[in-house]
Structure formats: structure tokens, C-alpha cells
């Protein structure tokens, strides 16, 4: 999937995300971590992570296993990796 190229609106990105155990959204200098399944954030909570301005999903966007990651920040990246 490539959210840059490839316009994706915020239900289907909604969609996506719910596919998968955990979400890593980086916003700004933070990333956030949140186990789907545990805490079961609502529609709006997962759109303020994963939608931009545009009401696109945000880029860069990629999954590795069970994991959906959401815009750029090293320590996140890492921690998906397992580097």
C-alpha cells in the first residue's frame, strides 16, 4: 500500500486498521501505541491517528504482522522491527 500515491478515504483507512492487533500512529514528536484489541478506540479516536488533513489516510502507512504504522518516527520504526 502506498497512502502517497494511492488516496485512501478515512472509512476505508478505519477499515484497514481494524484488520490489524496494534496501531503505531507517529503524530509530530511522539508516537502512540494502541492495542486494538484491548482498548477498542472508537472511529473518531482511530481518524484523529491515522487520517490527515486531507481526510486521507496519512503517509507513510505500512503493516508488518499484526502491526499498522502511520506516519514517520525513528523509535517507532524500530520497535515494530524489533531493532
Avoid: Q
Amino acid at each position: 500500500m502506498n497512502a502517497a500515491r494511492e488516496k485512501i478515504a478515512a472509512e476505508e483507512a478505519l477499515a484497514l486498521v481494524r484488520r490489524h492487533r496494534r496501531l503505531v500512529a507517529a503524530k509530530g514528536k511522539k508516537a502512540v501505541t494502541v492495542d486494538l484489541r484491548k482498548e477498542a478506540p472508537d472511529d473518531e479516536a482511530l481518524r484523529r491517528l491515522v487520517v490527515g488533513p486531507s481526510g486521507n489516510l496519512r503517509a507513510p502507512t505500512w503493516t508488518r504482522g499484526t502491526a499498522f504504522v502511520v506516519g514517520f518516527h525513528p523509535d517507532a520504526y524500530a520497535e515494530v522491527l524489533g531493532v
